[in-house]
């Protein structure tokens, strides 16, 4: 399978009142088209700098980031990009902020066509009926929901979330992992996930990859292995010795990373 995200030898370091602040040193990470990694790690390890470096917004001090085999120097529009805020502008419908991306990466497309698109998305994630509400009219999930909507209107090719639902209550945040599977069947992207919820990653990811302490490079990868049922991915999984397992090991790695056990005690 070709690696659709490649990101060969990075280092990165940015500029303080007390100097040069090291992030992210000789970061190397791979995605295969269509696959979902998570990435985990110590809080400020450098997980948000790798999503900014992925979508172009930043470049790295050394090293190069590929997508598609092209490399990566300035923004792409082929990414879409989620983040914990929905950041939906007030004064537009839902539906016309859904729409939004579009409107900036293919202004000749004819209104009814983004309408359509829009609102094809926003049936698929339950909100059919909201296309013209506020976002103030909305739940925190329902606005969420509309920010992925946004976030893969105009079909990119890499979904980036940062944290997208780790402002929300846990039942809210299930119901959305439930989503993200949906949106993936019937909207194949590839997607790199920030997040500090290990079930989170398990549940989502087909990779965790899990960042050291800062500067950040890749201690570790999971495979995920998760169990299915009727060729899904159930919230059931979760409590099964596989998934039990994978967290463990997971939950060993974070520790490593935070330096409160040696790498040789987390692997034995």
Wanted: proline share 7%; with cysteine.
């Amino acid at each position: 399978m070709e690696n659709l995200i490649e990101i060969k030898g990075v280092t990165h370091a940015y500029k303080t009142p007390n100097g040069l602040l090291p992030v992210l040193d000789d970061l190397n990470v791979t995605v295969p088209e269509g696959e979902f990694a998570a990435v985990v790690g110590p809080s400020g390890c450098g997980k948000s700098t790798l999503t900014r470096l992925v979508a172009g917004l930043m470049k790295p001090d050394e090293g190069e980031v590929w997508l598609h085999g092209e490399l990566v120097k300035s923004p792409r529009k082929t990414v879409g990009m989620a983040f914990q805020n929905p950041v939906l502008l007030e004064w537009r419908t839902i539906l016309d902020n859904v729409i939004l991306p579009l409107e900036i990466v293919a202004p000749s497309m004819p209104r009814a066509d983004r309408i359509a698109r829009a609102e094809e998305l926003l049936e698929l994630v339950g909100l059919a009926g909201f296309e013209d509400k506020r976002p103030s009219e909305l739940s925190g999930g329902m606005r969420q929901r509309a920010s992925l909507c946004r976030s893969i209107v105009h079909k990119p090719d890499v979904l980036i979330m940062d944290e997208p639902f780790g402002a929300l209550d846990a039942f809210t945040r299930e119901d959305l992992w439930q989503t993200m599977h949906k949106l993936r069947a019937q909207e194949p992207f590839t997607a790199v996930l920030i997040t500090h919820d290990l079930r989170e990653s398990v549940y989502l990811g087909d990779q965790v990859i899990v960042l050291s302490g800062r500067p950040a490079t890749t201690q570790y990868v999971l495979d995920v292995h998760y169990p299915m049922e009727d060729g899904e991915r159930k919230l059931d999984g979760l409590y099964s010795p596989e998934c039990a397992e994978m967290l463990a090991t997971l939950r060993d790695q974070i520790k490593i990373a935070q330096g409160r056990v040696p790498a040789a005690a987390g692997a034995a």
